[in-house]
């Protein structure tokens, strides 16, 4: 029963606690971008989503505006949520906004801090980003990667052919064949490659070590100094055992090239190209380096953009029927499109910008962090600020793109008095100096997938008992989204097809 005395209570502890939240709140808001009120000392965590977080994000911005702020223990977290304050934060101030917030169990404990990714910005990281540059920055050398992609894309069709069910295992087996042969010159074998394996394991720890809020220790670093037989420490003696699976990463496939380049028998590979003779101890460890963080980086995210491209194919049959007549008109029944085909491909090339943004597999991108004050239309942003962009947003942004939700690859084809929708591009792969360095690969490894496919393949949703099986179009969430687990009906067009596939693998 409620008294008096018990509501007289609520009532004083209910202004206590709104004196406090004005008192802090107020304070700390000054000069900052608006966001939700928080609370002393812990400021917002209690707000901060740990699932989905850019749908979240997304409401604060109808609520308080493009640029959003959050306090998470007096550490100051903003969020973009339009294109053009993303452009303008990150792409045109991209001096003071190109470092990157430490994870220390990700970087520490499971021993990824060597990677690009976690690089705060100077000469080390600009040498790294060179490097991968040379190698899949410019058309000479994607030109010289074609003939080994065309070979992994043609090896996918007739495994997949075999066994529809083995998509996803195929795609991942796609990505890490053609990145284990264009960076270690290695020949994955057919089945239950040991390299392969090694790979897929450290990327789940990855995976998981750089999704925000996955560890309590990334916010308080102090509590990486526990342990970890203490009880509650299971997540460090986890970290700790996900170590040996990313030095396992770096190191075989590493050893491997290097034992090929000794001997006499390396094939062209980044490692072999980057590695003369006599190479000091400092090159050694930057080559090394620098391949794990391209494996790492081509990895989860060309799986993700291919499985969503399967998923469109089945709910958007007309997209579908399209793309393959510009394929038959074009390149015609005689032989598989390739990379070299790009530009005779428009309507393929929007589809596979279509696919990222319908989808972004990166829908937050990766945090930067400011390494020096800046006023941003009249807000202060102080050094350290970590900012994220929240790309997911910004790709279903009604002042960018008509009908977001639909899958629709003809708004960015050129047409007589059509102009093209902003291009996707500009937001999944980054902003400024931290830009995705594999930009271009990855296009041209999603544009073969997609092509070959097409030009093979009748994909469609399952039909089972006489019903039609339906995806559930849920993604997970996390640093990189992906579908879940969809049913999908896969056959061969025709016999010619057919013939050409294995003909094409041979
Ligand atoms: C569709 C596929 C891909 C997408 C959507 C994607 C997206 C991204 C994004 C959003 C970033 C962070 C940019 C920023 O901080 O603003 C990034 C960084 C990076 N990506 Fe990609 N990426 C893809 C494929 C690849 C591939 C194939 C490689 C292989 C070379 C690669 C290598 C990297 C590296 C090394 C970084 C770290 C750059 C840095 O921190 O300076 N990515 N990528």
Same mark, same amino acid.
């Given at each position: 029963?409620i008294?008096?005395?018990?509501?007289a209570d609520a009532?004083?502890?209910?202004?206590?606690?709104?004196i406090?939240?004005?008192?802090?709140?107020?304070k700390?808001?000054?000069n900052?971008?608006?966001?939700?009120n928080?609370w002393?000392?812990?400021?917002?965590a209690f707000?901060?989503?740990?699932?989905?977080?850019?749908?979240?994000?997304?409401?604060?911005?109808?609520?308080w505006?493009?640029?959003v702020s959050?306090?998470l223990?007096?550490k100051?977290?903003?969020?973009l949520?339009?294109?053009d304050v993303a452009d303008?934060?990150?792409?045109?101030?991209?001096?003071?906004s190109s470092d990157?917030?430490?994870?220390?169990?990700?970087?520490?404990?499971?021993?990824?801090?060597?990677?690009?990714t976690?690089q705060?910005?100077?000469?080390h990281l600009?040498?790294?980003?060179?490097?991968?540059?040379?190698t899949v920055?410019t058309?000479?050398?994607l030109?010289?990667?074609?003939?080994?992609?065309e070979?992994?894309?043609?090896?996918?069709?007739?495994?997949?052919?075999?066994?529809p069910?083995?998509?996803t295992?195929?795609v991942?087996r796609f990505?890490?064949a053609?990145?284990?042969?264009?960076i270690?010159?290695?020949?994955a074998?057919?089945d239950?490659?040991?390299?392969?394996?090694?790979?897929?394991?450290?990327?789940?720890?990855?995976?998981i070590?750089?999704a925000?809020?996955?560890f309590?220790?990334?916010?308080?670093p102090?509590l990486?100094?526990?342990p970890a037989?203490f009880p509650?420490?299971?997540?460090?003696? $986890?970290?700790? @055992?996900?170590r040996?699976?990313?030095?396992a &990463?770096c190191d075989? =496939?590493y050893?491997?090239?290097k #034992? *090929?380049i000794?001997s006499?028998t390396?094939?062209?590979?980044?490692?072999a190209?980057?590695?003369g003779?006599?190479?000091?101890?400092?090159?050694d460890?930057?080559?090394?380096?620098?391949?794990?963080s391209m494996?790492?980086?081509?990895?989860?995210? $060309?799986?993700s @953009?291919i499985?969503?491209?399967?998923?469109? &194919?089945?709910?958007y =049959?007309?997209v579908?029927?399209? #793309? *393959?007549?510009?394929i038959d008109r074009?390149i015609?029944?005689d032989?598989?499109?390739?990379?070299?085909d790009r530009?005779q491909?428009?309507y393929?090339?929007?589809?596979?910008w279509e696919?990222?943004r319908?989808k972004?597999?990166g829908?937050?991108?990766?945090p930067?962090m400011l390494?020096q004050?800046?006023?941003?239309?009249?807000?202060l942003?102080?050094k350290?600020?970590?900012?994220?962009?929240?790309v997911?947003?910004?790709?279903?942004?009604?002042?960018?793109y008509?009908h977001?939700?639909?899958f629709?690859?003809?708004?960015?084809?050129?047409?007589e008095?059509?102009e093209p929708?902003?291009d996707p591009?500009r937001?999944?792969?980054?902003?400024?100096?931290?830009?995705c360095?594999?930009?271009q690969?990855a296009?041209?490894?999603?544009?073969l997938?997609?092509?070959?496919?097409?030009?093979?393949?009748?994909i469609?949703?399952p039909v089972?008992?006489?019903?039609?099986v339906?995806?559930?179009?849920?993604y997970?969430?996390?640093s990189?989204?992906?579908?879940?687990?969809f049913q999908?009906?896969?056959?061969?067009?025709?016999s010619k097809?057919?013939?050409?596939?294995?003909?094409a693998?041979?």
């Amino acid at each position: 029963m409620i008294t008096a005395s018990t509501f007289a209570d609520a009532l004083a502890l209910g202004f206590l606690v709104y004196i406090l939240r004005r008192g802090f709140t107020n304070k700390r808001r000054d000069n900052l971008p608006p966001g939700p009120n928080g609370w002393p000392i812990i400021g917002n965590a209690f707000d901060m989503p740990t699932r989905y977080q850019w749908r979240t994000f997304a409401q604060w911005g109808e609520k308080w505006g493009d640029i959003v702020s959050v306090n998470l223990f007096g550490k100051h977290l903003v969020i973009l949520n339009s294109f053009d304050v993303a452009d303008e934060i990150l792409d045109k101030k991209s001096a003071a906004s190109s470092d990157r917030t430490p994870l220390p169990v990700c970087g520490e404990i499971m021993g990824w801090n060597f990677i690009v990714t976690l690089q705060q910005y100077g000469l080390h990281l600009r040498e790294m980003r060179r490097l991968i540059f040379q190698t899949v920055g410019t058309s000479t050398g994607l030109m010289e990667l074609a003939p080994d992609l065309e070979h992994c894309a043609h090896d996918f069709l007739c495994r997949v052919a075999a066994d529809p069910a083995s998509l996803t295992q195929e795609v991942h087996r796609f990505t890490a064949a053609s990145s284990l042969k264009f960076i270690y010159g290695y020949t994955a074998k057919k089945d239950n490659d040991e390299l392969v394996k090694i790979v897929e394991a450290a990327m789940k720890g990855f995976t998981i070590g750089t999704a925000p809020a996955t560890f309590l220790a990334d916010t308080f670093p102090i509590l990486t100094r526990v342990p970890a037989w203490f009880p509650g420490a299971k997540w460090k003696r $986890t970290a700790q @055992a996900w170590r040996k699976d990313t030095e396992a &990463m770096c190191d075989v =496939p590493y050893d491997f090239a290097k #034992a *090929q380049i000794d001997s006499g028998t390396a094939v062209p590979s980044f490692v072999a190209s980057n590695l003369g003779d006599n190479v000091d101890p400092q090159r050694d460890a930057l080559v090394k380096d620098t391949a794990a963080s391209m494996y790492a980086g081509a990895a989860d995210t $060309t799986v993700s @953009a291919i499985r969503t491209f399967f998923l469109a &194919m089945m709910c958007y =049959p007309e997209v579908n029927k399209k #793309a *393959q007549e510009e394929i038959d008109r074009v390149i015609g029944p005689d032989r598989l499109p390739g990379i070299g085909d790009r530009e005779q491909l428009p309507y393929v090339s929007a589809l596979c910008w279509e696919v990222l943004r319908w989808k972004p597999l990166g829908p937050l991108g990766i945090p930067h962090m400011l390494s020096q004050d800046d006023v941003h239309r009249g807000y202060l942003l102080p050094k350290g600020t970590v900012i994220v962009a929240n790309v997911w947003n910004m790709l279903r942004d009604p002042r960018h793109y008509s009908h977001p939700e639909h899958f629709n690859p003809d708004r960015f084809v050129r047409k007589e008095g059509f102009e093209p929708e902003t291009d996707p591009r500009r937001m999944i792969f980054g902003f400024g100096r931290r830009v995705c360095p594999g930009s271009q690969l990855a296009e041209i490894s999603l544009f073969l997938i997609c092509a070959v496919s097409l030009a093979a393949f009748e994909i469609s949703k399952p039909v089972v008992d006489g019903k039609v099986v339906e995806p559930s179009m849920e993604y997970t969430t996390g640093s990189i989204s992906h579908p879940v687990e969809f049913q999908c009906s896969i056959k061969l067009r025709s016999s010619k097809a057919e013939a050409l596939l294995y003909s094409a693998s041979d």
